[in-house]
């Protein structure tokens, strides 16, 4: 156990570190989100608002998709809002770590909660209250470097005609494997996996597009909980 | 498109994406959650993560919205799952991957 808090200049150092398995991912998933809102007809300056306002890999994607297929700005509106509903639990389990935490810097850290940036505070989340700056770093460099991927693949978009022979459909799909890989950690995070996963083939085969994800989450979730006290019982 | 409408619809995506996040540290931020409520909210992520991923991997799109066996998706999720789990990489997977269906593809043109 140290009580050291580091100085702020090693805290911007550290976030910075630890953001790199990120960006690393970020870049090229933000490309292929940049290339193919380009191509669904979105300007160059809307496609690099939604990356810094909305911040939402998997939401930006299925809502490029939606718009390229024509559909209206309220059911548009309405997938990302359940798609993106993870985001409130992961926001709630962070909580109880945070009570340092002033109100604007709060909204601050909140308007950058996604998967990749929950995993890495969550790995680290007793040492959230000491060590604000460097959460910060980390959550902002993460940001930056998806807006300016999604930049980068609006830009490439005219060079490029099809983004299958690059293999850049599976960008999204890699990135979750390594956030699987790092989130489930125990043998009850495995059986809750599993059974989310089926369950949310399911659904989706039977046509629940829309909320596939947020109904597999709670019920595999609370699956999970069962076995979790069963166990422990 | 009508890039007005588009912006438009951006603000409202930013709406419904960033209450959800800022509403729970706002109101819960340094209070004891109940045990059952922090230990399923310990599992969601290991729910959420699968059940985006298994469908993706799984099932593709084609033709006016009927959906295929994806042998291609699956074969690199089962080549990148492993390795991933063995270095403990974020990003290695995303580019193995890449690497791989782009290979696959120009070995196995459709």
Known sequence: ?233 | MDQTLILWIIVGMWAVSFLPRMLPLQLLSGRQLHPLVAAWLKLVPAAVLPAILVPLVLLEKGEGGTLHFNALFLITTLICFPLAAKYKSLSLPVVLGMALVAAGRWIFPV
């Open chain 1, 1 to 233: 156990m140290t009580n050291v808090i580091p100085s702020s200049g090693r805290q911007i150092v550290n976030g910075l570190q630890r953001s790199f398995p990120i960006i690393l991912s970020y870049i090229p998933v933000g490309f292929t989100y940049g290339v193919l809102a380009h191509k669904a007809g979105i300007s160059d300056i809307n496609v690099i608002l939604m990356s810094m306002l909305v911040f939402a890999g998997s939401g930006q994607f299925i809502a490029v998709g939606m718009m390229a297929g024509g559909a209206g700005a309220l059911a548009v509106i309405l997938t990302t809002f359940v798609v993106n509903l993870r985001h409130l639990l992961m926001a709630a389990s962070l909580s109880p770590w945070m009570a340092k935490w002033s109100r604007p810097l709060l909204v601050l850290f909140s308007a950058d909660i996604t998967d990749e940036t929950f995993a890495m505070n969550s790995a680290r989340a007793v040492e959230l209250n000491d060590c604000k700056v460097e959460a910060l770093s980390l959550n902002i460099t993460a940001h930056s470097s998806w807006v300016l991927g999604g930049a980068l693949g609006a830009v490439a978009s005219g060079l490029i005609s099809d983004v299958r022979p690059l293999g850049l459909d599976f960008a999204l799909a890699g990135m979750f494997i390594g956030l699987i890989v790092l989130q489930v950690d125990s043998k009850v995070k495995v059986i809750t996996a599993i059974c989310a996963g089926f369950l949310g083939t399911v659904l989706y085969a039977c046509g629940l597009q829309e909320f596939y994800i947020i109904i597999a989450t709670v019920v595999a979730a609370t699956f999970g909980l069962g076995v979790e006290l069963w166990i422990k019982r």
